[in-house]
């Protein structure tokens, strides 16, 4: 059994891309100031960097990126069933990270973001697949007929 299969290697690439960009976002808003703590607690002296947190958005988009590159590493069906379970993990991530997002850093609310945006991908690819796979089972179905 092959670990890495074509559609996989050949998905990997946006997607390793796509979470470098959404760390590399990370990392660059998290040296912005909270706006929370100046504005609302009154408390104006510099903050410190927020390495944990960036670490711990950036393993966690990480784990949610692997899950939805681990639902093209297979055919057909199979690949629709893998979308939705990546979709579910990927929606339920940005969900409860959006309801916490209130009087979050800028970072966070990035975090929330984008899981939201990988969940609305991984929708949008579970579509397609279902999409092409009813047009390939139409097209063979009318293929296999015969005139009378």
Do not use: C, N
Request: hydrophobic share 55%; glycine share 10%.
């Amino acid at each position: 059994m092959r670990i890495f299969t074509r559609p996989l290697r050949a998905a990997t690439w946006p997607l390793v891309v796509a979470w470098f960009s959404l760390t590399a976002l990370y990392i660059s808003v998290g040296f912005l100031p909270d706006e929370y703590l100046i504005y609302v607690r009154g408390i104006t002296t510099p903050q410190a960097y927020p390495v944990k947190m960036i670490l711990i958005e950036s393993g966690i988009s990480g784990v949610t990126f692997a899950i939805v590159a681990w639902a093209l590493s297979s055919h057909s069906w199979s690949r629709v069933a893998k979308f939705l379970a990546g979709t579910v993990i990927a929606g339920a991530v940005g969900v409860f990270a959006g309801m916490g997002a209130m009087h979050a850093p800028r970072h966070y609310i990035y975090f929330a973001l984008g899981m939201l945006l990988l969940t609305f991908v991984s929708l949008l690819g579970t579509l397609f697949w279902i999409a092409l796979g009813v047009i390939y089972k139409t097209s063979h179905a009318d293929s296999g007929q015969t005139g009378s």
